[in-house]
């Protein structure tokens, strides 16, 4: 039984309200397309509590497995739409601040952060809220503190300048399947079998398995002697980011990696060897980068005292990790979360579009399963060593390139990332459309549709949409339309072999409509 069945729902401490999972009063969940959030959100349920999202793009959500609980409230908007907040905050015993900006842009996103925890801060004082729970970042304090562990430093001070009880719980790096800080250290281990490495591949922390932190969570809101308390959670082991390394490079069958530490490499050099090597954009791999550098240890055992668990070792957390990643169980990765662009005004500007166009002897269903299939280690049906190439230049332009890869082999859903694509609208088995979000001169949707009739084949349309920027856009559009005729064509080929099962087409040839501009 859960601590939480056992206090009752109108109990207080201090004149906060602790919070049970026999209370009908929903908890706020900011952050649940996100990776943290999209795990704790079902946990919550699982414990008995009712549960309200806020977010930017409840189609985000619409995959989940959790989505039609009874128990879920699912309300639109952002921490930056005033109405919104304030009407998703109303009557709720607690509210979760899982929302961090990681995108480097000099003091941008600290002010961003800085002004967000403010209006939620505000938000939640006059909808009556309870408390309010942040996971923060561990580290240590005073100048050296890099800039992105500064803001979440900044984000804590914000909350708990307000009227509502806070807690906090700081966590170093979390050892999870899909958390950009364990993505960034296995790409370099199954990449690099020797690693020229800043000085941070010596400094001290202290993971935490995702599970853990999961736990935490959920359970800080039925321990009174967590309100308005910094508790530093990690797990059983301090170790360095070059024993971190070895111990994943063990558990995933490899050599022993040789690390070279040199004093040369800056912050901004690493994320920038970070990107080229991991599927982390540098805008991104910046802040981690330069958080690396700070020692994260716990203080004490605290949290462990006031909520005690089996604490998972790095090696288990790794193992744990990696029976995910092989098993296509990932349930939540650092790609979910992140605004959704609207669908793009194409009659707003010059669309130039490229239609092609295929009969596939099979259902809808089939061909749809096989549009799904495209990107991460399928590849495109055709033409692999072109989309590679185009991945490569990506990376070394500063976008995400192809090895951001598929959280699932053949499952999709609405906002999810295929490689440099993101899916913005999904309507299976009949529409999908996926946005390109490499870095190009322009603006580029890849849209495949299905028609079938009640007799005779399935006719497949692949449209390639762009929206050029400037000369260089026009430019750019011209010299890729060449290789269309190879790249979409076989790709569309692809796509009905697998459908077919593999065998040959009884039907027309791939046919391709003029490129047409608008």
């Known amino acids: 039984m859960l601590a939480a069945d056992c206090i009752h729902a109108d109990a207080r401490v201090d004149g ?6 026999r209370d009908p009063a929903p908890l706020l969940v900011t952050g649940a397309t996100g990776y943290i959030g999209g795990r704790l959100v079902p946990r919550l349920l699982d414990a008995g509590y009712t549960v309200r999202c806020l977010v930017r793009s409840p189609r ?28 998703a905050v109303e009557g709720c015993a607690a509210a979760y601040y899982l929302v961090h900006s990681m995108v480097a842009a000099g003091d941008a996103y600290r002010e961003r952060d800085r002004v967000l925890a403010d209006a939620f801060a505000r938000a939640c004082a006059q909808g009556g809220v309870g408390r309010i729970v942040y996971l923060g970042g561990l580290g240590e304090t005073g100048a050296a503190l890099s800039e992105h562990l500064a803001s979440r430093r900044e984000v804590e001070r914000v909350l708990a300048e307000g009227s509502v009880p806070v807690t906090v719980l700081r966590a170093a790096m979390i050892i999870g399947s899909g958390s950009a800080s364990f993505e960034i250290m296995r790409y370099l281990v199954e990449r690099l079998p020797v690693m020229v490495t800043p000085r941070w591949v010596r400094t001290p922390c202290q993971p935490i398995a995702v ?3 999961l736990h935490d969570l959920v359970q800080c809101l039925s321990v009174p002697e967590t309100i308005g308390r910094t508790l530093d959670i990690g797990g059983p082991e301090v170790l360095d980011y070059e024993e971190f390394m070895r111990t994943v490079a063990e ?4 050599s022993r990696r040789i690390v070279l530490p040199v004093p040369l ?14 599927p982390l954009g540098s805008e991104i791999a910046r802040p981690l980068a330069e958080g690396l550098r700070n020692p994260v240890v716990c203080r004490d055992d605290e949290a462990q005292r006031l909520m005690p668990q089996r604490l998972l070792t790095v090696r288990e957390a790794v193992d744990a990790a990696y029976e995910h990643l092989d098993s296509a169980t ?4 650092w790609t979910d979360a992140g605004p959704m662009p609207g669908d793009p005004d194409w009659s707003g500007g010059a669309a130039f579009i490229d239609r092609w166009s295929v009969r596939v002897n099979a259902s809808p269903e089939r061909v ?3 549009v ?6 399928h590849g495109y049906y055709a033409g692999d060593w072109l989309w590679r190439l185009r991945g490569a230049l990506d990376r070394l332009l500063g976008g995400p390139g192809l090895r951001r890869g598929r959280k699932h082999p053949r499952h999709v859903g609405y906002g999810d990332a295929l490689d440099f694509w993101r899916v913005t609208e999904i309507d299976a088995p009949r529409h999908i459309a996926l946005r390109a979000e490499m870095k190009v001169p322009g603006e580029a949707l890849l849209e495949f549709e299905l028609s079938a009739p009640e007799a005779g084949p399935v006719e497949l349309r692949q449209s390639a949409r762009f929206i050029p920027k400037g000369l260089f856009g026009l430019l750019y559009w011209y010299a890729v339309l060449p290789l269309h005729g190879y790249v979409f064509r076989g790709l569309l080929e692809g796509i009905r072999r697998e459908a077919e099962g593999g065998g040959a087409s009884a039907g027309p040839s791939t046919v391709r409509h003029l490129p047409s501009g608008s």
């Open 251 to 254: 558990a995933r069958g490899l």
């Open 265 to 278: 490499l800056t912050p901004r050099l690493s994320s920038l060897w970070i990107h080229l090597v991991t």
């Open 60 to 87: 985000k959500l619409a995959d989940r497995p959790w989505v039609d609980h009874p128990r879920l409230q699912v309300m639109t908007g952002g921490i930056g739409d005033g109405p919104a907040l304030t009407a």
């Open 372 to 377: 799904c299939s495209i990107g991460g280690g």
């Open 211 to 213: 599970r853990n932190v």
């Open 368 to 370: 749809f399963a096989a």
């Open 330 to 333: 990932v349930e939540t990765a």
């Open 16 to 21: 906060a309200i602790m919070t049970s999972a």
